[in-house]
C-alpha cells in the first residue's frame, strides 16, 4: 500500500486524511492532536507544522511514497519543498508557488502581467500620501495587508470603516507596520469558491462552493473562519455556466503564469470569487482546500484521492469526478465564538445517533483528555450532509448537530432555501 504523509490537523485535514485512508496507508504530522486524524493514521508525531527543521526531524530515517502539506501558514514556511527534499511525491505547493496567497501583490502583479481578467481596480502603495488620495478618489474600498493573517486583516467599507478617513487611517497603520499595503474598489455581489486539483499545467474542477464567513444568521455578525458552507452540483442556485467558464479560465490562466514565472503550482487551487454586475471578480487565490469548502468537495469525490494526488505529483493529472449531490456543512462552535469563546469545555457525543443521520462529522479544533473531547477557542466540528435535494443535505446536517452536545452553537440558516433564495434575488438585482 502507498505511504502517504499529511501535514495539517484541522476538520479540513481531516476530510483529506479520511479520503486518503481509504486506500492508502496514511501518516500525519500535526501541530496538536487531532483525534480523528491520528485514529485513522497508522503512526502520528507532533511538532511545530510551520517549521521546516522541526518537520524535517520528524521525517528522519522514514520513507513516504507521497506528501501533502495543507494549512497556508504551513505552505508559506516551505514544508512542501522539506517533503520534496526527504525524496517523495508532493502534491502540494513549493514555497515560491504558494506566494500567490501568501503575498496579495504578487497575484495583482501576475494577473497584471499576464493579462489575466477579473482583477479588481488595485493599488499596492507605501506611501501615505498616495494610499490616501487612492482611496478618496475610490471612495469605497476594501484596505489589505499583503500576507497571511488567518481572514483577519482584510477590512472593506462599509463593514468595517463607516468613512473614507478610517480606510486611510488604517491603510497608514499598515504601511507603517508592513511597509505596504493593498487598496481595491469594493466589489459587490455574493461570493463563492471554485476549487481545482493543478498539477502545474493540468487542472481538474471541484464542484464550487459557498461558504458563510459570518458569524450570526443572515449573514450578519462579525467575520469568522467560515460557519459552513453549501454545494449544489456543478452549479450553485446564483450562478450561470458562464461565471463558471470564466471562474475555469482565471484559474487556468493564474496555473500557467505562475508556470511562465518559473514555478510549478501542484496542489489545490483556491479561487474566492465574487459575481458582481460587471462579471466575475477574484477576491484572490488560496494555494489549499477551503476550510469548510474541503468538507463538500471531498465527500463528493468519486476518484481516489491518493491517486489524484500522485498523478498532480507527476504532471499528468487528468479529470476528477465528483457526485452532482448536494451538501451542506455546518460548523458547530463552542458558545461565545469568535469573541468569548468557551474554551476547555468537556462535550458530549452521540456516535449511535450520529451514524444513524448518515452524516460526516470532521473534527476541527478540540482535543481528547481521558477519553472526553474538549473544545478550544476555534471550531469544533464540522458536520457535513450529502444527499440529493438541498432540504434532505441541510436536515441532515442539522441533526447531526443535535447529536453533540456541550457549550457549542451554529447556524441553523446555513442551507435553508429562505437563506440561498435570499441570495439568488439579491443576485439577480445586481445582475440587472
Ligand atoms: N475588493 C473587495 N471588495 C469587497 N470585499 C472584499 C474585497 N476584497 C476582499 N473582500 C472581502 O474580504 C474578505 C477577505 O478578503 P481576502 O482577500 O480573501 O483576504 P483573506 O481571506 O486573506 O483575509 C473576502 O472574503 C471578501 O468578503
Ligand atoms: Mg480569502
Not at 77 to 98: F, Q, R, T, W, Y
Not at 257 to 267: C, D, P, Q, T, W
Request: charged share 25%; hydrophobic share 40%; proline share 4%.
Amino acid at each position: 500500500m502507498m505511504k502517504v504523509v499529511l501535514v495539517g490537523n484541522g476538520a479540513r485535514e481531516h476530510a483529506v486524511a479520511a479520503e486518503l485512508a481509504k486506500d492508502a496507508e496514511l501518516y500525519a504530522i500535526m501541530s496538536k492532536k487531532n483525534p480523528a486524524i491520528a485514529h485513522l493514521s497508522k503512526e502520528y508525531w507532533i511538532c511545530n507544522i510551520e517549521n521546516p527543521d522541526a518537520v524535517a526531524a520528524v521525517l528522519k530515517g522514514k520513507q513516504f511514497d507521497l506528501g501533502f502539506a495543507s494549512p497556508d501558514a504551513t505552505l508559506a514556511a516551505g514544508i512542501s519543498d522539506v517533503l520534496e527534499a526527504h525524496g517523495m511525491n508532493v502534491a502540494s505547493p513549493s514555497k515560491a508557488a504558494s506566494r500567490i496567497e501568501w503575498d496579495k501583490s504578487f497575484l495583482r502583479n501576475l494577473a497584471e502581467k499576464y493579462h489575466i481578467a477579473g482583477a479588481p481596480i488595485h493599488k499596492v502603495t507605501g506611501d501615505p500620501d498616495e494610499a490616501a488620495s487612492y482611496i478618496t478618489d475610490l471612495g469605497e474600498v476594501a484596505v489589505k495587508p499583503l500576507g497571511l493573517t488567518g481572514g483577519k486583516g482584510v477590512k472593506v467599507s462599509g463593514d468595517h470603516f463607516a468613512s473614507p478617513e478610517q480606510a486611510v487611517e488604517y491603510a497608514k497603520s499598515l504601511i507603517k507596520k508592513d511597509g505596504s499595503v493593498l487598496i481595491e474598489e469594493k466589489l459587490i455581489g455574493e461570493e463563492f469558491t471554485l476549487q481545482a486539483f493543478c498539477d502545474g499545467s493540468n487542472i481538474a474542477l471541484m464542484p464550487p462552493v459557498q461558504d458563510h464567513k459570518r458569524a450570526y444568521p443572515d449573514d450578519k455578525g462579525p467575520n469568522t473562519g467560515g460557519m459552513g458552507s453549501y454545494s449544489t452540483g456543478i452549479l450553485l442556485p446564483f450562478l450561470k455556466d458562464s461565471d463558471i467558464e470564466q471562474a475555469n479560465k482565471i484559474i487556468r490562466d493564474t496555473a500557467h503564469a505562475v508556470k511562465k514565472e518559473g514555478s510549478l503550482f501542484r496542489g489545490i487551487l483556491y479561487g474566492q470569487f465574487i459575481v458582481t454586475k460587471k462579471g466575475i471578480k477574484l477576491i484572490e487565490f488560496n494555494a489549499r482546500f477551503g476550510d469548510p469548502e474541503a468538507m463538500n468537495v471531498m465527500s463528493l469525490l468519486e476518484d481516489s484521492l491518493s491517486n489524484i494526488f500522485i498523478s498532480m505529483a507527476d504532471g499528468r493529472l487528468k479529470k476528477a469526478k465528483f457526485s452532482d449531490d448536494t451538501t451542506v456543512v455546518k460548523y458547530l462552535v463552542p458558545e461565545g465564538y469568535p469573541e468569548n469563546p468557551q474554551k476547555d469545555k468537556p462535550v458530549n457525543i452521540d456516535n449511535a445517533a450520529l451514524e444513524k443521520t448518515g452524516a460526516k462529522v470532521y473534527y476541527a479544533a478540540v482535543y481528547e483528555t481521558g477519553n472526553r473531547i474538549y473544545t478550544t477557542s476555534s471550531r469544533s466540528f464540522g458536520m457535513a450532509g450529502r444527499a440529493r435535494t438541498l432540504e434532505e443535505a441541510e436536515q441532515i446536517a442539522e441533526k447531526a448537530c443535535s447529536c453533540i452536545t456541550g457549550p457549542l452553537w451554529h447556524r441553523s440558516d446555513i442551507g435553508t432555501r429562505k437563506l440561498i433564495q435570499s441570495k439568488i434575488e439579491r443576485m439577480k438585482s445586481i445582475r440587472d
